[in-house]
């Protein structure tokens, strides 16, 4: 998978009980990256990018469908160690992700869930990287999809040998 968006998504096809999964794997885009590509489209933000990229992968929303990727979403939490660029352009619009059954997010360390419906989820770092982390919780996320609609997450704990702490005084 290259580390730079080329104008195509990856899409691996998986198939359960229940069907296929389609799993879309995008890798960090910039709007110069998707410029490259649609050089008739105008964008001229992150936002736009990402939406022209979705676009691109003509999902259908009656399947199962899981991105994976690694984006600033807006309204998430961020550690001193993750830096934003002036005024948040970085950051993309949680509502372009609406057709994903699954949106499994990396890039922020602090696992978290955006958005109501539970399915939009940064799992954060194995470890801790800078002191503002001293208080999170570690840990992987394992995702069971069900049938359309139908998903269960559970988070397994990590416990790393020597956790990080601050010392003062």
Known sequence: ISPAYRGETVCIDLADEH??????????????HVRASHPE??????????????EDMNIDPSQRNILLTHQFVSGAQRSESEELTVGGTDQ?????????HYVALGHLHRPQTLGESGRIRYCGSPLKYSFSEERHHKSVTLVTLGE????????????????LRSIRG
Not at 19 to 32: S, T
Not at 41 to 54: F, M, P, Q, R
Not at 92 to 100: E, I, K, P, R, T
Request: glycine share 6%.
């Open 19 to 32: 069907g296929p999964v389609h799993c879309y794997l995008l890798p960090f885009i910039k709007p110069v």
């Open 41 to 54: 489209a105008d964008i001229t933000s992150y936002n736009d990018a990402l939406k022209i990229a979705i």
């Open 92 to 100: 993309v619009d949680l509502s372009l992700m609406a057709g994903f």
């Open 148 to 163: 359309k609609g139908d998903l269960q997450l559970e988070l397994r704990p990590l416990q790393p040998l020597h956790d």
